[in-house]
């Protein structure tokens, strides 16, 4: 076993990749200068920011100048939000959904409150908007929709070529969190016409700390950062030179590793999922089962309560995530499971289960084996029985 265990919370964050930091370590120990430097032991560095920005672009099919370098996905969120409507003032309309992540939610909550109007699409019992809902929704004075790639607790898929051809045939903005779904599936900038798209280094095996806005050229925003004249002027701060070359690198691993994330990854997803949902009764999967993505599964046990269920696995050295809240010190569930309409029995005992290229066979084979006997011993002693 790992000396972390058998880590299936990856999309809570990945295990950084050795390749990753073998190419990190240099500019953190040797070449440390500032890029904004005139001398050549700082201004040496501007050359490495460029070729990265060029290897994220590969990724995304995109053009080197509409990427810009931020600290994590939730300051490109907001980037891409608050300056949208920083440019446009006279638009106070903005559309999402009920299961954004926070990084977007507690953004719109934040402008509801401050003269903003948000609408937030339904979801039907397998975390899917209905496109009409959308359409229905967008008026003269809405200016950005913000609508997710891919669901991190469940991992169901958005419509995004739809959403897009809509947000550009109503003359509306779209930006997409897209922290969970890149590095995961293919993403084509060229084919898919949005106009805002955020990255997360820790999601796809870089550091924590390091973030992408995909922000279109020609897009009308203002800097929400401000400060020196770095990212053309779009985002102020010093370069973090040492994770924009971790990045770049992982995101050069991931073209590599598509055929894995679709084949060896999905395959020990769906073991896993299949053999819980065979050999636990009362137990039932979150979510779209075709439409996902291929690491991803949320299975619900009924009878027993998720913080219970993540204690005795930790026991045994099986790190997951709960459907609920509570270990973040709240009693509210899930807000993606309650407005997918799970009952509360179920919501309170579902775990995530999020694998990656590092999970081996013989970690989801202890999995499969031990994790029968977990949610037993716990309906043994629950009130509520089963």
């Known amino acids: 076993m790992n000396p972390e265990g058998i880590y299936l919370d990856s999309n809570a964050t990945t295990k950084i990749a050795p390749e990753v930091v073998e190419v990190m370590l240099p500019y953190l120990t040797e070449y440390y200068g500032n890029p904004s430097s005139m001398y050549k032991f700082g201004g040496q560095l501007a050359p490495i920011i460029k070729k990265a920005r060029d290897q994220v672009a590969a990724l995304l099919n995109a053009d080197r100048d509409e990427i810009i370098f931020t600290s994590c996905g939730t300051e490109s969120n907001n980037t891409a939000i608050r300056g949208v409507l920083a440019a446009y003032p006279e638009k106070k309309h903005i559309i999402t959904t009920q299961v954004e992540h926070p990084a977007v939610m507690n953004v719109c909550h934040y402008l509801s409150q401050r003269g903003y109007e948000v609408t937030e699409l339904s979801v039907d019992n397998y975390g899917r908007i209905e496109l009409d809902e959308l359409k229905e929704s967008i008026r003269d004075d809405t200016v950005l929709l913000s609508?997710?790639?891919?669901?991190?607790?469940?991992?169901?898929?958005?419509?995004?070529?739809?959403?897009?051809?809509?947000?550009?045939?109503?003359?509306?903005?779209?930006?997409?969190?897209?922290?969970?779904?890149?590095?995961?599936?293919?993403?084509?900038?060229?084919?898919?016409?949005?106009?805002?798209?955020?990255?997360?280094?820790?999601?796809?095996?870089?550091?924590?700390?390091?973030?992408?806005?995909?922000?279109?050229?020609?897009?009308?925003?203002?800097?929400?950062?401000?400060g020196g004249h770095q990212e053309r002027g779009f985002r102020g701060g010093t370069e973090n030179v040492p994770y924009i070359v971790g990045l770049a690198k992982a995101c050069e691993l991931a073209e590599k590793c598509f055929d894995c994330e679709r084949n060896q990854v999905k395959a020990l997803r769906d073991e896993l999922e299949e053999a819980l949902l065979k050999?636990?009764?009362?137990?039932?999967?979150?979510?779209?089962?075709?439409?996902?993505?291929?690491?991803?599964?949320?299975?619900?046990?009924?009878?027993?309560?998720?913080?219970?269920?993540?204690?005795?696995?930790?026991?045994?050295?099986?790190?997951?995530?709960?459907?609920?809240?509570?270990?973040?010190?709240?009693?509210?569930?899930?807000?993606?499971l309650r407005a997918m309409?799970?009952?509360?029995?179920?919501?309170?005992?579902?775990?995530?289960?999020?694998?990656?290229?590092?999970?081996?066979k013989k970690e989801i084979d202890f999995v499969i084996d031990k994790f029968p006997g977990i949610i037993k011993r716990l309906r043994e002693i629950s009130p509520y029985g089963a």
Request: charged letters at 20%; aromatic letters at 8%; a neutral charge.
């Open 147 to 226: 609508i997710m790639y891919a669901n991190n607790e469940t991992g169901v898929l958005f419509p995004v070529q739809k959403i897009a051809e809509i947000a550009k045939e109503k003359g509306v903005l779209f930006h997409c969190d897209a922290v969970q779904a890149v590095g995961k599936l293919a993403i084509d900038l060229k084919k898919l016409p949005l106009d805002f798209l955020s990255i997360s280094g820790h999601k796809l095996h870089a550091p924590k700390g390091i973030g992408i806005l995909f922000a279109r050229r020609g897009v009308k925003v203002d800097p929400y950062l401000l």
């Open 279 to 336: 050999n636990i009764p009362y137990s039932k999967l979150n979510g779209n089962k075709d439409e996902r993505l291929p690491n991803t599964t949320n299975v619900s046990f009924e009878f027993v309560e998720g913080e219970a269920i993540l204690l005795l696995s930790d026991e045994l050295g099986i790190a997951a995530s709960s459907g609920s809240a509570c270990t973040s010190g709240s009693l509210e569930p899930s807000h993606v």
């Open 341 to 360: 309409g799970v009952l509360p029995t179920y919501i309170h005992g579902s775990v995530r289960f999020s694998l990656s290229r590092y999970t081996t």
